[in-house]
């Protein structure tokens, strides 16, 4: 991967030029930090009150059936039908023989992993936090965080999160970690590399606890656009009951979790209607939440590639990066991993789902398991 100061920027070149005079306002007066609020009307720019499109392009366009399939049905729903309970176990076993646990192969993990330097990557909602109704209160246990802090004491390790860079660090509050944010558009990571300093979209800071690192950027051009995005989508869908907007700085999400069924179309339509506005904006979908980003080629998978080179850890045979997410777009990551035959992807999920991971977790009680065993291993490993 061409990473240099003279490589290609990874905005796609055959996407549309931004139209300027749609963004008109300063970004500087836009904070981006309004997550999920509701933004105040006609302060800075009168958003036009669209009415949503005819529902039927969602209906048509396979949009609805993504949003029904986007996360699996809580336990607590299929349990008062005992004979599904069975029938889901039985599925999930049968599963795990194509994903076996990563916690019952780990003793091959390890034999693979000897005088190999691992790479933790790690994804936030659903793996380091268990999936709630309100993304507000998605908080880690401080037991995952000893964990994950005790890992990071032996092996580098980086969060790769759909949130924004700083939301994330603000739940997990760990120093000693590399963090990407908005899938990967936002990465803090070490400033002593070779790729870093020179590319046109990194700057070096100096963080709060005065430790320099290096910012990439890549979708930087893209911050007033998601700005207005958003703000036109919380005015949009501000009648939805239970709806919620994200701004995740390079990216938006839109939460239908607490939203009836019968409004999704309503939801699926006002973010098809953006869409249609910006075509340099593209959906992708995650658990219950459609999200709205640039369309560049940058994702997880690239994040990871991106990381792995900063460190030093690229192209090398005794490296072996571990990555853990449960949601669609971890997929990006783990198919670098798969592809470049180079680690092992592990998906976090409790039922069956297509995937390009090696292994799986059935939750982050699971994760937090394996996390530790990690330690215990590379203790032993030292001590001996
Ligand atoms: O990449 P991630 O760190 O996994 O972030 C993906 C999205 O996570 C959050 O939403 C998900 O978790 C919420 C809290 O459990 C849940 O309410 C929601 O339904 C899930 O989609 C976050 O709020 C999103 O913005 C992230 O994109």
Same mark, same amino acid.
């Given at each position: 991967?061409e990473l240099?100061?003279?490589?290609?920027?990874?905005?796609?070149?055959?996407?549309a030029?931004i139209?300027?005079?749609?963004?008109?306002?300063?970004?500087s007066?836009?904070?981006?930090?309004?997550?999920?609020?509701?933004?105040?009307?006609?302060?800075?720019?009168?958003?036009?009150?669209?009415?949503?499109?005819?529902l039927?392009?969602?209906?048509?366009?396979?949009?609805?059936?993504?949003?029904?399939?986007?996360?699996?049905?809580?336990?607590?729903?299929?349990?008062?039908?005992?004979?599904?309970?069975d029938?889901a176990?039985?599925?999930?076993?049968?599963?795990?023989?194509?994903?076996?646990?990563?916690?019952?192969?780990?003793?091959?993990?390890?034999n693979?992993?000897k005088?190999?330097?691992?790479?933790?990557?790690?994804?936030?909602?659903?793996?380091?936090?268990?999936?709630?109704d309100?993304?507000?209160?998605?908080?880690?246990s401080?037991?995952?965080?000893r964990?994950?802090?005790n890992v990071?004491?032996?092996?580098?390790?980086a969060i790769?999160?759909?949130?924004?860079?700083?939301?994330?660090?603000?739940?997990?509050?760990?120093?000693?970690?590399?963090?990407?944010?908005?899938?990967?558009?936002?990465?803090?990571?070490?400033?002593?590399?070779?790729?870093?300093?020179?590319h046109?979209d990194?700057?070096?800071s100096?963080?709060?606890?005065?430790?320099? $690192?290096?910012?990439?950027?890549?979708a930087?051009?893209? /911050?007033?656009?998601?700005? %207005? +995005?958003?703000?036109? !989508?919380?005015?949009?869908?501000?009648e939805?009951?239970?709806a919620?907007?994200e701004?995740?700085?390079?990216?938006?999400?839109?939460h239908y979790?607490?939203?009836?069924?019968?409004?999704?179309?309503?939801?699926?339509?006002?973010?098809?209607?953006?869409?249609?506005?910006?075509p340099?904006?593209?959906l992708?979908?995650?658990?219950?939440?459609?999200?709205?980003?640039?369309?560049?080629?940058?994702?997880k998978?690239?994040?990871?590639?991106?990381?792995?080179?900063?460190l030093?850890l690229?192209s090398?045979?005794?490296?072996?990066?571990?990555?853990?997410?449960?949601?669609?777009?971890?997929e990006?990551?783990?198919?670098?991993l798969?592809?470049?035959?180079?680690?092992?992807?592990?998906l976090v999920?409790s $039922?069956?789902?297509?995937?390009?991971?090696?292994?799986? /977790?059935?939750?982050?009680? %699971? +994760?937090?398991q394996? !996390?530790k065993?990690?330690?215990?291993?590379?203790?032993?490993?030292?001590?001996?």
């Open positions: 991967m240099k100061s003279n490589h290609a920027s990874p905005v796609l070149a055959e996407t030029p139209n300027k005079s749609r963004l008109g306002i300063p970004s007066l836009l904070p981006y930090s309004q997550q999920g609020a509701s933004f105040p009307s006609g302060k800075y720019v009168s958003i036009p009150r669209k009415k949503p499109g005819k039927d392009d969602v209906r048509s366009n396979g949009w609805l059936d993504a949003m029904k399939s986007s996360s699996p049905p809580r336990k607590k729903l299929i349990m008062d039908f005992t004979v599904e309970v029938d176990e039985i599925a999930y076993c049968s599963w795990l023989i194509k994903y076996p646990s990563a916690l019952k192969s780990f003793e091959h993990i390890t693979f992993a005088n190999k330097k691992i790479a933790i990557f790690l994804d936030y909602d659903g793996t380091l936090s268990p999936i709630v309100d993304p507000d209160r998605a908080l880690m401080n037991a995952m965080r964990a994950v802090r990071a004491e032996y092996f580098p390790t790769i999160s759909g949130r924004s860079r700083d939301k994330v660090f603000e739940l997990i509050g760990l120093t000693e970690l590399y963090y990407a944010g908005s899938h990967g558009m936002d990465i803090m990571g070490p400033a002593s590399t070779a790729v870093s300093s020179d046109p990194s700057v070096k100096t963080v709060q606890q005065g430790k320099e $690192v290096n910012l990439f950027q890549p930087k051009e893209f /911050l007033p656009m998601i700005d %207005e +995005v958003f703000r036109t !989508l919380v005015e949009n869908t501000r939805i009951k239970g919620k907007v701004n995740h700085k390079f990216c938006a999400s839109v979790r607490n939203v009836d069924e019968k409004n999704w179309p309503v939801i699926a339509q006002c973010v098809h209607d953006i869409l249609k506005d910006y340099r904006l593209r992708t979908h995650g658990r219950k939440v459609l999200e709205i980003r640039p369309v560049i080629n940058w994702n998978g690239k994040a990871v590639e991106f990381l792995l080179e900063s030093g690229s090398r045979d005794d490296v072996l990066p571990i990555y853990i997410g449960d949601d669609k777009t971890d990006d990551a783990f198919k670098v798969k592809e470049g035959n180079q680690g092992y992807g592990i999920s $039922v069956p789902k297509e995937t390009n991971a090696f292994y799986s /977790l059935r939750d982050p009680s %699971e +994760v937090m394996f !996390l065993s990690l330690v215990r291993w590379k203790t032993n490993e030292e001590a001996n």
